[in-house]
């Protein structure tokens, strides 16, 4: 069965520290780029950091020098380093191999998993 498994999140106190982790099951992943995404309570979901087959990453602009997104391709798993956590990261992040149709259309190669809950409070 194909499927994601994120974990790695909790409660951290502003300036604080994560390693979230995301192990996904299949064929794809040596061939996908690989995104950590976030949803916090009444928004919708953002994609907050993406990695590509051959490594290179790309961040949204709030998490840039906070965050750094990696992979490792031989234990099928994506890796988000998040420091200096602020209270505005606290969502559930979730991980998802993203590619475009040839229509241009984004869709996903996985079925999104239950993610995992980052909590910023003092």
């Known amino acids: 069965q194909v499927q994601l498994v994120e974990s790695g999140g909790g409660l951290v106190q502003p300036g604080g520290s994560l390693r979230l982790v995301c192990v996904a099951s299949g064929t794809v992943f040596s061939i996908s780029a690989f995104g950590w995404y976030r949803q916090a309570a009444g928004k919708q979901r953002e994609l907050v950091a993406l990695?590509?087959?051959?490594?290179?990453?790309n961040y949204t602009d709030s998490v840039k020098g906070r965050f750094t997104i990696s992979r490792d391709n031989a234990k099928n798993t994506v890796y988000l380093e998040m420091n200096s956590l602020k209270p505005e990261d606290t969502a559930v992040y979730y991980c998802?191999?993203?590619?475009?149709?040839?229509?241009?259309?984004?869709?996903?190669?996985?079925?999104w998993g239950q993610g995992t809950q980052v909590t910023v409070s003092s």
């Open positions: 990695i590509t087959v051959h490594g290179n990453t």
């Open positions: 998802n191999a993203p590619y475009h149709t040839i229509a241009g259309t984004l869709q996903f190669f996985y079925s």
